[in-house]
């Protein structure tokens, strides 16, 4: 199975982007030197299934940082993503939603993981392939602070801080 690369610009970081034509494979904070929008490596020659969830997963995560998008609709391979890893990061998709926020130890007791569980679920945190759309930035320290994010923490804290954009304002409203 081809996989097809990208480099993308967001407001929170430069993000490296590999998809196949089943899915988005990997999402991670770039880095390295050179970065920013003129290294976008082309889609041209790619398996065009691969290309097309790229072209989907820049959209909507162009949409996310605008504050327009609240779930990513981009599909996701975690296919090399096996086993308590796996569990772990599909309950996290799927249960923390925009805007929320979880522990780990919440989240490793919403699991039945009793022993050493926090640090089961940060070790899934620490191997998530597919950063800001699989939300493992809403995963928090069991006081509320921002720990462990393959992003740093200033990029954790500007995913957070967009997500919770909108509810001040509501509740300032009443609503």
Same mark, same amino acid.
């Given at each position: 199975?081809?996989?097809?690369?990208?480099?993308?610009?967001?407001?929170?970081?430069?993000?490296?982007?590999?998809?196949?034509?089943?899915?988005?494979?990997?999402?991670?904070?770039?880095?390295?030197?050179?970065?920013?929008?003129?290294?976008?490596?082309?889609?041209?020659?790619?398996? $065009?299934?691969?290309?097309?969830?790229?072209?989907?997963?820049?959209?909507?995560?162009?949409?996310?940082?605008?504050?327009?998008?609240?779930?990513?609709?981009?599909?996701?391979?975690?296919?090399? +993503?096996?086993?308590?890893?796996?569990?772990?990061?599909?309950?996290?998709?799927?249960?923390?939603?925009?805007?929320?926020?979880?522990?780990?130890?919440?989240?490793?007791?919403?699991?039945?993981?009793?022993?050493?569980?926090?640090?089961?679920?940060?070790?899934?945190?620490?191997?998530?392939?597919?950063? +800001?759309?699989? $939300?493992?930035?809403?995963?928090?320290?069991?006081?509320?602070?921002?720990?462990?994010?393959?992003?740093? +923490?200033?990029?954790?804290?500007?995913?957070?801080?967009?997500?919770?954009?909108?509810?001040?304002?509501?509740?300032?409203?009443?609503?």
């Amino acid at each position: 199975m081809s996989t097809a690369q990208i480099l993308h610009e967001t407001g929170f970081g430069t993000l490296a982007l590999t998809a196949s034509s089943a899915g988005l494979t990997a999402i991670r904070f770039d880095t390295g030197p050179g970065t920013g929008p003129s290294t976008a490596r082309s889609t041209a020659g790619a398996d $065009p299934w691969a290309a097309a969830v790229l072209d989907l997963a820049r959209r909507e995560l162009d949409d996310y940082a605008a504050g327009h998008l609240r779930r990513f609709t981009v599909p996701v391979d975690l296919g090399r +993503v096996r086993g308590e890893h796996r569990t772990i990061l599909d309950t996290l998709a799927g249960e923390v939603g925009y805007g929320a926020t979880t522990t780990y130890g919440a989240l490793a007791a919403r699991l039945g993981l009793i022993a050493d569980g926090p640090r089961r679920v940060g070790a899934a945190m620490a191997r998530n392939p597919v950063l +800001v759309v699989v $939300p493992c930035h809403r995963v928090v320290g069991a006081d509320g602070r921002l720990v462990g994010y393959a992003g740093g +923490v200033a990029a954790k804290r500007a995913l957070l801080d967009l997500e919770s954009r909108d509810r001040a304002g509501q509740m300032a409203l009443g609503v």
